[in-house]
Every structure is written in structure tokens, then in C-alpha cells.
């Protein structure tokens, strides 16, 4: 499958121009959930880096997860956006440090969901290390340690920059959260991701194509899901996956092929031009 869409499918330019920004979202897009990255996927990457290009990994998860994929994608020095915004992180060799947290008043988002939905469990991260959470979560459902805490209180004890909403149709909560003023984001039917208001993926990519002094219009974003859609809207060239909903695909300047057929990494190399192996 190579379907496109009306738009610019690729940067000018490119390589012998200036670099570009390069978000990409992880799964659905580079990877499948719970997999490893292919071979494709991986030489796919490693032209981008090679070329000089900015790549940023962008995900709804944990920073710890961002890190861990972007080690498996040979990622040792380079940006990491996590938590839908509301985190960014730069890789090293020896490790990460953190370049931006925005905290979120989790009090009231709390109180609204054990006040209407008192069945659903909450779950705090805490950036690095895991999360508080109301209850445990099912396994390989959250990365890191959880910490079950004996009250509601204990969610938002401590700062957090994202609150996971998770049970039976949680995602039909989203609404009242908006309402409520928060970011709330669901990535499954049992699940929504609530940040700060008017934090995005596309918040964090900005303030790093200010930092890295990248053209607004030497920027690529690829993405699946409805936590894609700002950076999607916020790139000069947005490319969605060919499984993606179709309010993802309508955002989008091109639809490349599914993950399972590789399709961001052929999406990057049209992109972006890059000499095929």
C-alpha cells in the first residue's frame, strides 16, 4: 500500500540543505505494540541521522519508554518528547537529562473521575521511574515501578506531568475532562492520557525547532493516533500511517503505507530523499 493525499509529500532540498526536524511517533508508527523495530525501520532511522538530520522520538507513554525506544533505534544522542507533550528529554550516550517538565493539577481531574466514574483506576507518572496509580495496572500496561497508594490523596501528592485514565469505556470520560480544562487525549477505548491544558506533542516539538534553530518549514512529522494530530497540523510535511483513523489521515499532506508494512520508514526516505540502500 502507497496511498497519498493531496500536499507536499517531500522537504526541497533535501539533503544538501539545511537539516530538518523529524518527529516520528512510536508505536503504530515505528513499531507495532510490543514489538522491536524492523531491520527497514531501523535503516530508515539511521538515513535520517546519517543525512544530519534532527530526528525527535515522540510518544503518549513514559519518558522511560522513550528512552528505552530510542535506544532500540540506535538513538545515543539526539531528542525525546514523552508524556504527549508535557516531557522532553535529550539523549546522551551515558544516559538522558531532562529539558522540560510541565506539571499538571491533578486534584481536580481526580476528584471528577472518582466522583463519575469511580470504577476506573488512575495512574500518576512519576517522570523516569513509573507511576502512583489507584490500583495495579495489568502487566506491561505502564513502564516502570508502580506504587498502589492506600488513598486518592497520594495521586496528586507529589507533581506529575500526566494522569492515565484507564477502565471500561474510559475514554467516554474525555469529553468531561476537556470540559474541565485539561488536555485529554484517549489512546484506547479504556484509556485517556490527561496533561496540562494546551499541552501537545506539538508544544515540545516547537520550543526543540527553537532550540535547534530548524526552519518552521524544514519540519516532518509522522504519526497514528489522535495524540498525533496537533504535530501532524504543526509540520510543514505530516505524513500519517495507512491505518491510521480518518480524522489522523485527513490531517495529514500524505498517507504512507501501514506499520506493518514498514510504512514510516518509506515514508521518511520520500521525505526526505534519502539514497536507498
Known sequence: MTATTSGAAALPDVPTSTPALVACDVEGTLVRAGRRPTPVVLDAIAAVRAAGHHLVVTTGGSLSGAVQVARQLGIHDGW????????TARVRADGYSIVDVVPLDAEPVCRLVARTRPDLGLAAEVVGTGYRVTRRFPERQLAGHQEVLHALEGVWARPTPRVVVYGQWALRLAPALR????????????????????????????????ELGVAPTRTVAVGDGENDLEMLRWAAVSIAMGHAPEVVRAVAGRVTATVDEDGAATALFDALRLPTS
Request: no cysteine; proline share 5%; net charge negative.
Open 80 to 87: 525525546v518528547v514523552a508524556a504527549n507533550g508535557a516531557v
Open 179 to 210: 470540559a474541565s480544562g485539561v488536555t485529554a487525549i484517549p489512546d484506547r477505548v479504556d484509556w485517556v492520557d490527561v496533561t496540562a491544558p494546551g499541552i501537545t506533542k506539538a508544544t515540545a516539538l516547537e520550543n526543540i525547532r527553537a
